[in-house]
Nanobody, 127 residues
Framework: QVQLVESGGGLVQAGGSLRLSCAASGRTFSNYAMAWFRQAPGKEREFVAAIRWIGRSTHYTDSAKGRFTISRDNAKNTQYLQMNSLKPEDTAMYYC????????????????????WGQGTQVTVSS
């Protein structure tokens, strides 16, 4: 089982930037995809970004394209989410996820019984 710990959240003004980190432990990351999800109050958890083990390709939800960048450092067992041009609608609890790379539909699913999840880090964007 993989243990995930997020950090880097906080309060930022609209237009600002934050960099989230997710440190993993407990197993090797070989063949694992990494992803970020978020959940705003009263809303369902949604996919934000993912980076695959296969080909290291990246995928983003439409609202994140052009503003967010996901990356991973396998030597450090850490993934990152650089968020620029933040908007108030980006306000949410952000969760790190790790799961076997079994295809895009699998790694972008917000289902809680898939893979491992961190405890979350709060991002608040003020207008």
């Amino acid at each position: 089982q993989v243990q995930l710990v997020e950090s880097g959240g906080g309060l930022v003004q609209a237009g600002g930037s934050l960099r989230l980190s997710c440190a993993a432990s407990g197993r090797t990351f070989s063949n694992y995809a990494m992803a970020w999800f978020r959940q705003a109050p009263g809303k369902e958890r949604e996919f934000v970004a993912a980076i695959r083990w296969i080909g290291r390709s990246t995928h983003y939800t439409d609202s994140a394209k052009g503003r967010f960048t996901i990356s991973r450092d396998n030597a450090k067992n850490t993934q990152y989410l650089q968020m620029n041009s933040l908007k108030p609608e980006d306000t949410a609890m952000y969760y790190c996820a790790a799961r076997p790379d079994r295809g895009l539909a699998y790694i972008t699913s917000p289902a809680l019984d898939l893979g491992s999840w961190g405890q979350g880090t709060q991002v608040t964007v003020s207008s």
